[in-house]
């Protein structure tokens, strides 16, 4: 019996010593879900870009005009792209050269890349795996129908998303309509505007303004029919409104969890047999 009691001792050292290696891996599977909070009729948003780093990629600082980062116009600045179309294409470039090894996604809806914004109600995720060295997590996506409003992180570090041990610390961030901000890039006109029947994303004004949280010039849409057939109205939201929410989960490996499993199995067995 003292045999069994030793095989018994030594497999569950064997497992918390499988699951606790498994905890603090330098690579971690992460789901990251995007869910559109917002009122049914209210805002959509683009495909949400984002980057896991190590906190000092910037795009943008309220009060100031859009970070170029090497752009020539501010049309072509990075948060721009996102800002009036929705687009990471100069975004994620920006954020690798100055974070090389910062691990960058998208989470998209149905459609891929191209698809249609996240409409109210709609939910997506994506999985990607993830270096927890890079404890912040930085964002963008446009917020439609609009010329250049978005939402993202003022400060890089503003949302840390691992700890120094590599635990996962933040479950989720949810942002409300104050949340939303004005590029201050492109003047608000329906017929240049994302997301609208009547708008052509492409044709642009430059406003030459400062990125500024606004909300309230929505209501240059309201009544206006979107691409996906609904009458917008931002009097649908007040400043705590919710909009949008960000989730984040570790997802299990198939062979730690495996291994555990079979663990747990022989330890039942054994301690059948001890008695």
Do not use: K
């Amino acid at each position: 019996m003292h045999c069994y009691q030793g095989r018994f001792t030594a497999l569950l050292a064997l497992l918390g010593a499988t699951l606790s290696a498994s905890a603090v891996r330098a690579q971690v599977p992460i789901r990251v879900t995007v869910e559109n909070i917002a009122p049914t009729n209210s805002v959509a948003t683009s495909p949400v870009r984002f980057g896991f780093g190590n906190g000092t990629f910037d795009s943008f600082d309220e009060g100031q005009a859009a970070f170029l980062l090497g752009a020539a116009t501010i049309a072509d600045a990075p948060i721009v792209g996102i800002a009036e179309g929705g687009s990471n294409a100069a975004w994620n470039p920006a954020f690798l050269a100055v974070e090389p090894n910062a691990n960058i996604g998208s989470v998209v809806g149905a459609s891929g890349n191209a698809g249609p914004p996240f409409t109210p109600g709609e939910t997506a995720s994506t999985v990607l795996t993830v270096d927890t060295a890079n404890q912040y997590f930085s964002f963008g996506s446009m917020v439609v129908p609009s010329n250049d409003f978005f939402v993202g992180n003022d400060s890089p570090t503003q949302y840390q998303v691992f700890d120094g041990g590599g635990n996962l610390i933040l479950s989720s961030i949810t942002l409300t309509a104050s949340d939303i901000w004005d590029a201050g890039s492109e003047t608000e006109d329906p017929n240049n505007a994302a997301f609208l029947v009547v708008g052509v994303n492409a044709n642009r004004v430059n406003e030459n303004g400062t990125v500024e949280r606004n909300f309230s010039e929505l209501s240059t849409f309201n009544g206006l029919e979107t691409a996906e057939g609904y009458t917008f109205d931002s009097s649908l939201l007040s400043a705590d409104t919710g909009v949008l929410r960000i989730s984040f989960a570790v997802v299990p490996e198939p062979a730690t969890w495996a291994l555990a499993a079979s663990a747990l199995g022989v330890v039942g067995w054994l301690r059948r047999r001890a008695r």
